[in-house]
């Protein structure tokens, strides 16, 4: 009988560091989750950031080196590759 008493003594000591370290790596996943989270924010601003000095750049580069025509193409090039670029994410989205 004593070693019955035994054995469930260590099961149970076993289940308890079981729950024990369920419980901290429940939460070490919720910080985890938080600054994933926090960190692709950070990206995403960090991204649109860099697209906007980007568009800023090519708007400089422009103003001072092209010619009114060359600019006009330039300009329309431009447009056109963003017109792609919409519809590109209109497809993608009518295929979902």
Do not use: H, P, W
Request: charged share 30%; with cysteine; hydrophobic share 35%.
């Amino acid at each position: 009988m004593a070693d019955l008493n035994d054995q469930i003594n260590r099961v149970n000591e076993k289940l308890q560091l079981l729950l024990y370290n369920y419980n901290k790596l429940q939460k070490e996943n919720v910080m985890l989750s938080r600054n994933l989270e926090r960190t692709l924010e950070r990206e995403k601003e960090l991204n649109e950031r860099i697209t906007g000095l980007q568009q800023q750049l090519e708007i400089a580069k422009l103003s001072s080196s092209e010619t009114g025509g060359e600019m006009a193409v330039s300009m329309e090039k431009r447009i056109n590759g963003y017109i792609k670029e919409i519809d590109e994410c209109i497809a993608l989205l009518m295929n979902r």
